[in-house]
């Protein structure tokens, strides 16, 4: 594994021109907003997992002329964890329109959904066992293959196919990746005793499990991004644990007011598996790590290459809190990154800073990303930024169009009247097809308990 890989950088932004921006080339041809509209309104669970805690699974997918985005209904009269169902929304010609929802169980996170070409729709669920009592317990994971011909017949319901007997409950971290072309898919589960291991299960085009395993993570990984394709497998997770620097720890407690628990999240890890179908996930590659500065790491997205690499996108920040850094590390400079990442024969071979934010002057941040690639295999991101010197949640939404390993990304604005504070997109790794539409969900600083649709034409 390359310990030493090429390292580009765009250079240094100056405040009125972000980095990303190419000097001297032309801007990308601006994007048309044919859409802005409201997909459904939730009142907050209060369990720990909102509509979009699942971010690294797909939110939504095309198939044809229709959309479908899976919602979460919080039920009254129940407490937390399990006080949550399923819903699922349709956009068509008319608008939107709720479809469906679970009138039996209850579960805590909201469902990745998936989509094949043959027309078949699947959400991954996660009903309890437990009680209604109970604050938590067993749970019951399942697939339901929907046909988007006909919603009015019952689904196909499947059980994943695992190797082995492990604690399932209502945290399953889980991941869903699909090949829409082949019929097949791979789902996820983390163990719900917390040990870094995750559960995965192979479904076929024929509709079998045929092969089953365990990765064994260095630490926990969390809200993984999975892709599948013609039979190989590729998972990307962030590490998730309680703050493990007992003096760090200490100092958190006390600044908090004594809060007993932190999570960090400042190691991600990429692992595959080339022949899904027989074979077992090889070794951990670890992509980035900012434990020596107590930072913090968000993982984003993962496309396959037509040539067979693979590329992902992660948030970096350089020490997770001001006061932490004013605290331990007076003399590191305050940064965001959104960082770029490919993978070609299981080794880092490049890596590049799409955008960088310096929240001590002030700049602009990178806050969240998306890959979304055309038919004909241009590759862009979907950014949103905050602004630090106004402080609005929001500063605007970029498009940056990747054109090679060489040159900068070239960069527009996307003008949208409620831009995303964070969101998901229609992703092949949800089955969603390549093309030179961007479907977007998410959430708007203005509305927060609103999840909102944009179609963005390239």
């Not at 919602?71 to 939107?96: A, E, F, I, M, V």
Request: aromatic fraction near 10%; include cysteine.
């Amino acid at each position: 594994m390359d310990s030493q890989p090429d390292r580009r950088r765009i250079p240094e932004p100056t405040r009125r021109q972000f980095a990303g921006a190419l000097a001297g080339a032309a801007l990308l041809r601006a994007p048309r907003v044919t859409a802005e509209e409201t997909v459904y309104e939730f009142t907050p669970a209060d369990n720990g997992a909102g509509p979009l805690w699942d971010y690294g699974a797909a939110g939504v997918v095309r198939f044809r002329n229709h959309l479908y985005v899976p919602g979460l209904d919080t039920l009254s009269g129940y407490k937390p964890l399990n006080n949550c169902r399923w819903t699922l929304y349709q956009r068509d010609p008319d608008g939107w329109k709720r479809l469906l929802a679970d009138e039996k169980e209850r579960q805590r996170e909201p469902c990745p959904i998936g989509v094949f070409d043959d027309g078949r729709l699947v959400l991954s669920v996660n009903p309890t066992l437990a009680p209604p009592e109970a604050y938590n317990g067993p749970a019951d994971p399942q697939l339901l293959f929907f046909s988007t011909r006909d919603f009015n017949r019952p689904p196909t319901v499947l059980r994943p196919g695992w190797s082995t007997k492990f604690s399932l409950t209502e945290h399953t971290y889980r991941g869903l990746g699909i090949d829409g072309r082949k019929g097949e898919l791979l789902t996820l589960h983390n163990g719900g005793n917390g040990t870094p291991r995750a559960f995965w299960a192979y479904l076929d085009h024929r509709g079998k499990w045929r092969n089953a395993g365990v990765i064994e993570y260095p630490i926990r990984g969390c809200y993984p991004q999975v892709a599948l394709r013609n039979g190989a497998a590729h998972v990307l997770a962030v590490g998730d644990i309680v703050e493990p620097v007992t003096e760090w720890k200490k100092w958190k407690f006390e600044a908090s007011g004594g809060r007993k628990w932190d999570y960090v999240f400042r190691r991600l890890f990429y692992v595959s598996n080339p022949a899904v179908d027989t074979r077992q996930f090889g070794g951990i590659l670890e992509i980035a790590n900012v434990d020596q500065t107590a930072g913090h790491i968000t993982n984003l997205d993962m496309w396959l290459a037509g040539d067979g690499s693979i590329q992902l996108l992660y948030l970096v920040r350089t020490v997770t809190s001001r006061a932490m850094r004013d605290r331990f590390f007076p003399g590191v400079r305050l940064t965001r990154t959104l960082e770029r990442c490919i993978i070609r024969d299981g080794r880092v071979a490049f890596r590049q800073t799409v955008l960088t934010g310096d929240e001590d002057r002030g700049d602009e941040l990178p806050s969240w990303a998306r890959f979304h690639a055309t038919s004909k295999g241009r590759l862009y991101v979907l950014a949103s930024t905050r602004s630090q010197a106004t402080g609005k949640d929001v500063a605007g939404i970029r498009l940056l169009e990747l054109t090679s390993e060489t040159d900068p990304p070239i960069e527009t604005r996307v003008n949208l009247n409620h831009p995303f504070v964070n969101f998901m997109t229609a992703t092949e790794r949800g089955g969603t097809r390549p093309s030179n539409t961007i479907d977007v969900i998410g959430l708007t600083a203005s509305e927060p308990n609103v999840i909102r649709y944009a179609c963005i034409e390239l």
